[in-house]
């Protein structure tokens, strides 16, 4: 997974300046499908109460993957944007 977090690191994310957001979020779409994370960025995860051990494993998988969309997006908006989206944990 190490090499996959490198891969996201240096991923040029587009930044959203407070207008055309209609055109970022094109943008953010195509990054995230590219990523093969866009249906996790619309569907989510909920954590399950009972797991096997194969479920425990998806799970670290997808909260990987929340954390990773997560920091791309605050990546991609503004510092005067920031504030208004930095509370949140889960995409």
């Not at 605050?74 to 504030?83: N, S, T, W």
């Amino acid at each position: 997974m190490a090499s996959t977090n490198t891969v996201y690191s240096i991923i040029q994310v587009h930044v959203f300046e407070g207008e055309n957001y209609d055109f970022w979020a094109v943008k953010m779409e195509t990054l995230f499908t590219s990523l093969n994370a866009f249906e996790f960025v619309k569907e989510g995860y909920k954590d399950p109460k009972d797991s096997t051990q194969e479920q425990l494993q998806e799970l670290k998988n997808k909260k990987i993957t929340n954390v990773v969309v997560l920091g791309m997006i605050q990546r991609g908006v503004l510092k005067a944007i920031f504030p208004k989206i930095m509370r949140s944990k889960k995409i």
